[in-house]
């Protein structure tokens, strides 16, 4: 018997698989499938797959086509990796203090994103920490000026929830950040039933510790699917030619027209748009610099 599902975990080469028809499954993956290449894995969590169910065995036969994918650059820059597929949107979770939110992480993810079409909402965690109101203030005001929804939360005191709930209930979404940021203690929050590992901070580095150590979809209580990732450091972007780059940062595509040649590396050329907006502080400083980081490492 055939039956379709979604992809909800795979740990050491089994895929459990939800189905349509409200049972689930752990499967293995057909040879075939095993031995086809794949760009950045076979399978994974999100995926729409058909199992065929012999008696206790059941056995992923196909991968239906995705919609979308969270793709970025694997380890060495050689491969690409994909987190997730078939989301329709990416939650940004970085925490304003302990470990301190970096714009240049920050920046990245949100590049991914817009390489992979996928609306993304950044939420900045830990509010209720010393400090971290005046230090996410200036964060907030910057990207919701891009146009990003910036969403201030904390776990702890429930800051935030009832926003971050909105944006999950609007189709398939993925938690993604650093380790530390909290991922799991928000989503603890929206569902205490759900009863995520929380870790600390390294006391050596002063960063998050990995107690996500997969991705997993999860289905809260309400019935939203959500997707808890684990923090990752490498972040690049993957199949972005450097031409293209301008279109991941949108306050950096709405002037590319204004500048005086077509397909502006927005570098070196004279009479750049982009140039002139970040003399003038119309475009950030600090998203500048990581877009041209990003552009040395373009394909």
């Known amino acids: 018997?055939?039956?379709?599902?979604?992809?909800?975990?795979?740990?050491?080469?089994?895929?459990?698989?939800?189905?349509?028809?409200?049972?689930?499954?752990?499967?293995?993956?057909?040879?075939?499938?095993?031995?086809?290449?794949?760009?950045?894995?076979?399978?994974?969590?999100?995926?729409?797959?058909?199992?065929?169910?012999?008696?206790?065995?059941?056995?992923?036969?196909?991968?239906?086509?995705?919609?979308?994918?969270?793709?970025?650059?694997?380890?060495?820059?050689?491969?690409?990796?994909?987190?997730?597929?078939?989301?329709?949107?990416?939650?940004?979770?970085?925490?304003?203090?302990?470990?301190?939110?970096?714009?240049?992480?920050?920046?990245?993810?949100?590049?991914?994103?817009?390489?992979?079409?996928?609306?993304?909402?950044?939420?900045?965690?830990?509010?209720?920490?010393?400090?971290?109101?005046?230090?996410?203030?200036?964060?907030?005001?910057?990207?919701?000026?891009?146009?990003?929804e910036v969403v201030l939360a904390s776990a702890e005191s429930g800051l935030g929830l009832e926003r971050l709930r909105s944006v999950a209930v609007r189709g398939i979404c993925a938690l993604i950040g650093p380790s530390g940021a909290g991922k799991s203690s928000l989503l603890n929050r929206l569902d205490p039933s759900l009863g995520l590992r929380i870790g600390d901070l390294s006391r050596k580095t002063g960063t998050g510790r990995h107690t996500t150590v997969t991705s997993r979809l999860l289905r809260l209580s309400d019935g939203t699917l959500v997707a808890d990732t684990p923090g990752f450091g490498d972040v690049g972007l993957w199949g972005v030619p450097a031409r293209r780059l301008d279109r991941c940062f949108p306050e950096i595509e709405t002037l590319a027209d204004e500048c005086r040649f077509r397909g502006c590396s927005h570098v070196h050329e004279p009479d750049c748009a982009v140039h002139e907006s970040v003399r003038s502080g119309e475009v950030a400083r600090s998203r500048y610099t990581h877009y041209q980081a990003l552009l040395e490492e373009a394909d």
């Not at 050689?78 to 920046?107: F, I, Q």
């Not at 609306?119 to 919701?144: F, H, M, W």
């Open 1 to 148: 018997m055939i039956s379709v599902g979604r992809v909800h975990e795979v740990v050491g080469g089994v895929y459990r698989v939800q189905l349509d028809d409200g049972g689930s499954v752990d499967s293995s993956l057909r040879g075939r499938l095993k031995a086809r290449p794949w760009k950045g894995g076979r399978v994974v969590i999100g995926d729409r797959v058909r199992v065929a169910l012999e008696g206790d065995d059941a056995t992923v036969e196909e991968v239906l086509p995705r919609t979308t994918a969270f793709l970025r650059r694997g380890a060495h820059g050689r491969t690409a990796k994909v987190m997730a597929a078939n989301l329709e949107r990416v939650v940004v979770v970085m925490s304003a203090r302990d470990p301190d939110l970096s714009l240049g992480y920050l920046d990245r993810i949100l590049a991914v994103c817009a390489a992979n079409a996928l609306p993304c909402t950044l939420v900045i965690n830990k509010q209720d920490l010393p400090g971290a109101p005046a230090a996410s203030e200036p964060v907030r005001d910057l990207y919701r000026g891009i146009g990003y």
